[in-house]
């Protein structure tokens, strides 16, 4: 019966959350390319430029706090309070401090434009600051159909004010106020539907008790965010806001296909993992089963969509975003192991092995920020080559824990997912077959998405691929729960 549960949990925590997501993501996609076709790369450039600002501060704001709460088994309504009043009171602090440095970012990236944008554009660390206790109350119940209403509608009212915006001339205001928007709309929509708010006094022994455990994801997570963002600042510093501009579509394409997917995964998984977290075999069962899943479905998309990224750029955004396309193609392949990393990394979160996960961040990203300045020479394409090296090198890391806490290391993750990345590689080949051998971008595209997924499916069903059986008896046990 808790089998049964779990599953069923699982199975409905997953089919909402990918409706979240991808439902979101896909009305904000769409209206991003309309965006961006109206805005260009330059202006895409510029809030780039203050990704790692916000990435940081968030980072900050959050202070692992979430993680702490969805990771204990019990939490009061004292200790919900107690995150709320820190995220809010953080925030705050640091939309001053940024308000006050944004002439100096401007005169870091020399684009005097942003120094009102900054000021105006990281208001949203406050009022995201708001909701954070709610989204995390909502994981907590694996409730993402809620969450799903909330993001999609907020992405809706956001993107037609930015479409609108770019299509008067606003330029990058015009994506500065569909982010705030964007933000109100969430805070709205969040307390209607939750409707919760603090009702108890700040404590400081919750404080300890969530820092304890949070403080080292903390710490674990800035450095990620550096490294992550801190591309955005030395291609915007180094190259220009055009350049910029290429890369950070180029990585939202194949975030569109990896993050999105092994994050439903991860945050359904969390919560789920999280009630089974002394009883390693069954933890080390199911936690198989999400990795293989993931590979499943993103190793595919991954490969796919570098087949197909010429006629999709110029078919979507034009002419003058074709610089992407090799930027695209290169980082489709770390991407590919990206999503491994993080459902391995989510297995260490469940663990409450912090202390693993700021060791790990720490080698890890002492290494990616080498192989970053290593690459600078290099140009663009170099740069993304040493991603590509650093994705491989992370996988290899994070198996090393995952092998000591269940036995599940670096060979018999990678004999598992041999066959899939195979198949992901055929899906590539064919895809950039048929972009080359057919010069319409249309039929080019419809051809490789119509081709290559039945080609997919077929031979993971003649190959008895083991994940493709797990998907199918997913499938087959949710269809009997609906009879």
């Not at 789920?272 to 993931?294: P, T």
Request: some cysteine.
């Amino acid at each position: 019966m808790a089998e049964s549960n779990l599953r069923d949990k699982t199975v409905r925590g997953v089919a909402w959350s990918f409706v979240e997501r991808f439902s979101v993501q896909a009305v904000t996609f769409v209206l991003e390319l309309v965006i961006a076709r109206l805005v260009g790369p330059d202006n895409f450039g510029l809030i780039a430029m203050l990704a790692i600002f916000m990435s940081v501060s968030q980072v900050f704001i959050d202070g692992g706090f979430s993680s702490a709460l969805i990771q204990r088994k019990e939490c009061n309504e004292r200790d919900f309070s107690t995150v709320f009043y820190v995220n809010f009171g953080i925030s705050l602090v640091i939309y001053a401090l940024l308000f006050a440095a944004a002439p100096y970012i401007a005169e870091f990236f020399r684009q005097p434009i942003l120094a009102p944008v900054a000021r105006v554009y990281c208001f949203n660390l406050v009022l995201n600051s708001l909701v954070a206790v709610n989204k995390t109350k909502l994981t907590i119940a694996v409730d993402f159909k809620t969450q799903s209403k909330i993001s999609l509608f907020s992405a809706i009212i956001s993107g037609l004010t930015g479409v609108a915006l770019a299509w008067l001339g606003y330029g990058v205001w015009a994506l500065v106020v569909q982010a705030l928007v964007q933000a109100v709309v969430t805070v709205a929509l969040s307390f209607f539907y939750v409707r919760w708010w603090p009702r108890e006094r700040f404590s400081g022994d919750s404080f300890r008790r969530l820092f304890a455990f949070g403080s080292k994801l903390l710490v674990a997570t800035l450095i990620s965010s550096l490294y992550t963002k801190v591309y955005d600042m030395v291609i915007g510093r180094k190259f220009s806001s055009n350049s910029l501009g290429l890369y950070s579509r180029a990585d939202k394409f194949n975030m569109f296909c990896s993050a999105n997917i092994s994050g439903i995964l991860s945050r359904v998984s969390f919560p789920v993992l999280s009630k089974i977290q002394d009883d390693d075999a069954r933890l080390r069962s199911v936690y198989k089963q999400y990795m293989q899943l993931a590979a499943l479905a993103v190793f595919p998309l991954i490969m796919g969509l570098c087949g197909i990224a010429k006629p999709l750029i110029h078919l979507l955004l034009g002419d003058e975003w074709m610089g992407c396309v090799p930027l695209l193609q290169i980082l489709s392949f770390a991407y590919l192991w990206d999503c491994v990393v993080m459902v391995n990394l989510n297995l260490i979160y469940v663990k409450g092995r912090s202390d693993y996960v700021l060791r790990l961040e720490i080698i890890k990203k002492s290494i990616g920020f080498t192989i970053l300045f290593l690459s600078l020479p290099f140009d663009l394409i170099g740069i993304c080559v040493g991603r590509v090296i650093y994705a491989i090198i992370a996988f290899y890391l994070n198996t090393y824990y995952t092998k000591k806490l269940l036995d599940y290391g670096f060979l018999k993750q990678l004999r598992e997912l041999l066959p899939i990345m195979l198949l992901a590689l055929l899906v590539a080949a064919l895809s950039f077959g048929f972009s080359w051998l057919i010069t319409n971008d249309w039929l080019s595209l419809a051809v490789s998405l119509t081709v290559c997924p039945v080609v997919y499916i077929v031979l993971c069903r003649w190959l008895h691929v083991e994940a493709f059986g797990k998907l199918m008896d997913l499938i087959r046990f949710r269809r009997h729960e609906k009879q």
